[in-house]
C-alpha cells in the first residue's frame, strides 16, 4: 500500500540501485560517458531548456516542458570502459504535492528511449 502511495501521490520521482519498482533501477549501458552523456543532452534539447550541464560531475540539469513542467536532473557515470550508468531524478512543478505517477512515467520514458539507441547491461 505504502509503494502505491509513493507511486501516485507523490511530485517527485528518482531512479537508484537497489529501486523498488524494477523500472526505477539504474540502468547500464555498454557506451562511452561522452556518448551518451551527448545523447542525454540532444534528447533535452528542444522544447525542454538545459539549466547546467557538467560533463566532469556527469550531470544535466533540465526544465523539462512537456504535458506538464519538470525539473530533472540526469546523472551519468562511467563505472568501467563501455558501462556508463544513467540515473535520473524528476521534481514536477504542478503547485500540488501530487502528479498522480507523472514523474514516474517520465523516467520510465527517458529510459525506454535510451534503450533503444544503446545496449544495455546487467548490474553485475
Known sequence: MKAFISRY???HAESSEEHKDPQLVTHYYKAKH???FK???????NPSKIVASSK???EITVKYKGKRRAFVVATVIMVRPFRTAVDFSVTTESGG????GFSRNLIVQFYEKLDSQYTTIDRS
Open 97 to 100: 504535492p501530487v502528479d498522480f
Open 56 to 58: 566532469e560531475r556527469g
Open 34 to 36: 561522452d556518448e551518451l
Open 39 to 45: 545523447s542525454i543532452e540532444e534528447m533535452f534539447s
Open 9 to 11: 501521490f507523490s511530485n
